[in-house]
């Protein structure tokens, strides 16, 4: 795995935790929830809840549960939850920076559950500011190479503001900022080019290359932090060699 792609930590860890569907619905139904809510609750003029739409469409989420999360977030229904974005940074086993996203309706819990996770499996949790200078914020799109090159995907991108095309494993990976996400999938599907996953990630600027033992620990921890509703997306500077990779998902 590549330093700076979590594509094969989240594949890996998607695998091992199949029974988790539901919680994993949960955290895209309140995204769909809180995208309606920042930007309007129409699709066609709202380009991040569109992306959440597909994404939860993609992920075998039902269609009524999607269409009641868009109502609720514009309005349209009542039940909404007051969800605020905190962001929590610290570090894991082995001096690994983390930075935990939560989306909660209860500040107090979301801090509480965070330091729980963090204390109980070998991190710590510290000030603003404190590791959040090692990572970008950047946007994503994956499509499966299949008959592709490099060049097809970046002619089909590069007017959409992509900024670098690259291999990782099966897929090519194109970068761009957060803001062109919508501009690059809808790009990638009119070239006729299937859109594996995308949306925002943060990526570290110096990475921390681990060995199965410690990794292990690592992802420990962060699935002790994603017990939690509240956190929505973990974020680390580790880096998984192939064969460390091929050792966790044996």
């Given at each position: 795995m590549s330093g700076h792609s979590k594509w094969a930590t989240t594949k890996h860890k998607k695998a091992a935790n199949d029974a988790k569907r539901s919680k994993e619905w949960a955290k895209m139904i309140k995204n769909i929830e809180v995208a309606a809510r920042t930007g309007g609750g129409d699709p066609a003029g709202n380009p991040t809840l569109d992306d959440m739409i597909k994404k939860a469409k993609k992920a075998s989420v039902p269609n009524d549960n999607i269409e009641r999360a868009r109502k609720r977030g514009a309005g349209e229904e009542a039940g909404g939850a007051n969800w605020e974005s905190i962001t929590y940074e610290g570090y894991g086993p082995n001096g690994v920076a983390m930075l935990i996203e939560c989306l909660s309706d209860n500040r107090n819990r979301a801090a509480s559950e965070v330091r729980t996770a963090m204390n109980k499996n070998g991190g710590n949790l510290g000030e603003s500011g404190s590791v959040a200078y090692m990572f970008t914020r950047v946007g994503y799109a994956l499509v499966p190479k299949g008959e592709l090159t490099e060049d097809d995907v970046l002619m089909a991108v590069l007017d959409a503001g992509a900024e670098e095309v690259t291999e990782q494993g099966e897929f090519f990976e194109v970068t761009c900022q957060s803001s062109d996400v919508p501009a690059v999938r809808t790009a990638l599907e009119e070239a006729g080019y299937e859109v594996e996953d995308s949306g925002q990630d943060f990526r570290a600027s110096v990475n921390v290359p681990l060995e199965a033992a410690d990794a292990k620990k690592v992802m420990k921890l962060i699935d002790a932090l994603?017990?939690?509703?509240?956190?929505?997306?973990?974020?680390?500077?580790?880096?998984?060699?192939?064969?460390?990779?091929?050792?966790?998902e044996a």
């Open positions: 994603e017990e939690s509703d509240d956190v929505q997306d973990v974020y680390t500077n580790m880096e998984l060699s192939d064969e460390v990779l091929a050792e966790l």
